[in-house]
Protein backbone atom coordinates (compact mmCIF):
# COMPACT_ATOMS: atom_id res chain seq x y z
CA UNK A 1 0.00 0.00 0.00
CA UNK A 2 1.10 3.31 -0.82
CA UNK A 3 -0.03 6.80 0.16
CA UNK A 4 0.13 10.12 -1.59
CA UNK A 5 0.14 12.90 -0.41
CA UNK A 6 1.01 16.88 -2.89
CA UNK A 7 2.31 19.98 -1.86
CA UNK A 8 3.70 23.09 -3.23
CA UNK A 9 0.43 24.17 -5.19
CA UNK A 10 -1.08 27.99 -4.88
CA UNK A 11 -2.07 31.02 -7.23
CA UNK A 12 1.55 32.07 -9.28
CA UNK A 13 1.00 34.75 -12.23
CA UNK A 14 2.30 34.28 -15.67
CA UNK A 15 5.83 33.27 -16.62
CA UNK A 16 6.42 32.27 -12.66
CA UNK A 17 7.45 28.75 -11.33
CA UNK A 18 6.40 26.57 -8.60
CA UNK A 19 7.19 23.32 -7.24
CA UNK A 20 5.28 20.49 -6.65
CA UNK A 21 6.29 17.85 -4.39
CA UNK A 22 4.74 14.65 -3.37
CA UNK A 23 5.59 12.52 -0.24
CA UNK A 24 5.04 8.62 -0.36
CA UNK A 25 4.40 6.57 2.14
CA UNK A 26 5.79 2.71 1.86
CA UNK A 27 9.58 0.94 1.83
CA UNK A 28 8.97 0.04 -1.91
CA UNK A 29 8.22 3.68 -3.23
CA UNK A 30 11.91 2.72 -5.51
CA UNK A 31 10.16 0.15 -7.33
CA UNK A 32 7.40 2.42 -8.84
CA UNK A 33 6.84 4.46 -11.78
CA UNK A 34 5.06 7.64 -10.90
CA UNK A 35 3.57 10.03 -12.50
CA UNK A 36 1.64 13.85 -12.59
CA UNK A 37 -1.36 14.53 -13.86
CA UNK A 38 -3.74 17.45 -13.76
CA UNK A 39 -7.46 17.91 -14.60
CA UNK A 40 -10.17 20.64 -14.97
CA UNK A 41 -13.60 20.25 -13.53
CA UNK A 42 -15.34 18.41 -16.70
CA UNK A 43 -12.64 17.84 -18.43
CA UNK A 44 -10.56 14.27 -18.32
CA UNK A 45 -7.31 13.84 -16.67
CA UNK A 46 -4.37 15.01 -18.45
CA UNK A 47 -0.80 13.70 -18.15
CA UNK A 48 1.70 16.13 -17.63
CA UNK A 49 4.94 13.90 -16.69
CA UNK A 50 6.14 10.81 -15.46
CA UNK A 51 8.90 8.92 -14.31
CA UNK A 52 10.65 5.66 -14.23
CA UNK A 53 13.61 4.26 -12.33
CA UNK A 54 15.75 7.23 -12.30
CA UNK A 55 15.52 10.69 -14.12
CA UNK A 56 16.86 9.00 -17.38
CA UNK A 57 13.75 7.73 -17.70
CA UNK A 58 11.02 10.47 -17.89
CA UNK A 59 8.01 11.27 -20.09
CA UNK A 60 6.04 14.46 -21.03
CA UNK A 61 2.43 15.66 -21.73
CA UNK A 62 3.32 18.08 -25.30
CA UNK A 63 2.04 21.04 -23.92
CA UNK A 64 4.49 21.23 -21.21
CA UNK A 65 7.63 19.95 -22.84
CA UNK A 66 10.75 22.25 -22.23
CA UNK A 67 8.92 23.75 -19.36
CA UNK A 68 8.20 21.60 -17.08
CA UNK A 69 10.84 18.47 -15.20
CA UNK A 70 10.08 15.63 -12.73
CA UNK A 71 12.21 14.28 -10.60
CA UNK A 72 12.19 11.77 -7.95
CA UNK A 73 14.24 11.38 -4.25
CA UNK A 74 13.96 7.79 -3.12
CA UNK A 75 16.09 8.12 0.13
CA UNK A 76 12.93 10.76 0.36
CA UNK A 77 9.99 8.77 -0.93
CA UNK A 78 9.29 12.19 -2.94
CA UNK A 79 8.55 12.66 -6.18
CA UNK A 80 8.86 16.49 -7.58
CA UNK A 81 7.39 18.56 -10.69
CA UNK A 82 9.31 21.60 -11.15
CA UNK A 83 6.89 24.22 -13.51
CA UNK A 84 8.57 26.84 -15.47
CA UNK A 85 7.27 29.48 -17.46
CA UNK A 86 3.99 29.59 -16.34
CA UNK A 87 0.64 29.79 -18.41
CA UNK A 88 -2.70 30.38 -17.29
CA UNK A 89 -4.15 27.11 -19.00
CA UNK A 90 -1.79 25.41 -17.14
CA UNK A 91 -4.35 26.21 -14.12
CA UNK A 92 -5.93 22.87 -12.53
CA UNK A 93 -5.33 20.42 -9.73
CA UNK A 94 -2.34 18.50 -9.89
CA UNK A 95 -2.40 14.74 -8.95
CA UNK A 96 0.53 12.47 -8.23
CA UNK A 97 0.10 8.69 -8.91
CA UNK A 98 2.00 5.80 -8.40
CA UNK A 99 2.11 2.41 -10.49
CA UNK A 100 3.90 -0.85 -9.78
CA UNK A 101 3.84 -2.43 -13.54
CA UNK A 102 5.09 1.28 -15.04
CA UNK A 103 8.13 0.21 -13.13
CA UNK A 104 9.51 -2.89 -16.25
CA UNK A 105 7.18 -0.91 -18.20
CA UNK A 106 7.71 1.67 -21.42
CA UNK A 107 7.64 5.29 -21.19
CA UNK A 108 4.55 4.91 -23.63
CA UNK A 109 2.93 3.75 -20.78
CA UNK A 110 2.71 6.43 -18.45
CA UNK A 111 0.30 8.28 -19.92
CA UNK A 112 -2.41 6.01 -19.20
CA UNK A 113 -4.43 6.51 -15.99
CA UNK A 114 -5.10 2.89 -15.95
CA UNK A 115 -1.53 2.45 -15.32
CA UNK A 116 -1.39 3.69 -11.75
CA UNK A 117 -2.14 2.03 -8.74
CA UNK A 118 -2.76 4.80 -6.63
CA UNK A 119 -3.45 8.62 -6.78
CA UNK A 120 -2.77 11.28 -3.99
CA UNK A 121 -5.80 14.07 -3.40
CA UNK A 122 -4.18 17.06 -5.41
CA UNK A 123 -3.01 20.42 -5.25
CA UNK A 124 -4.58 23.22 -6.93
CA UNK A 125 -2.60 25.41 -9.11
CA UNK A 126 -3.77 28.99 -10.34
CA UNK A 127 -1.84 30.97 -13.01
CA UNK A 128 -3.24 34.16 -13.42
CA UNK A 129 -2.94 36.35 -16.27
Known amino acids: QVQLVESGGGLVQAGGSLRLSCAASGRTFSMYGLGWFRQNPGKAREFVAGIGRSDFYTDYGDSVKGRFSISRDNAKNTVYLQMNSLKPEDTAVYYC??????????????????????WGQGTQVTVSS
Open 97 to 118: AAGGRLYYGTMSSYSNTAQYDY
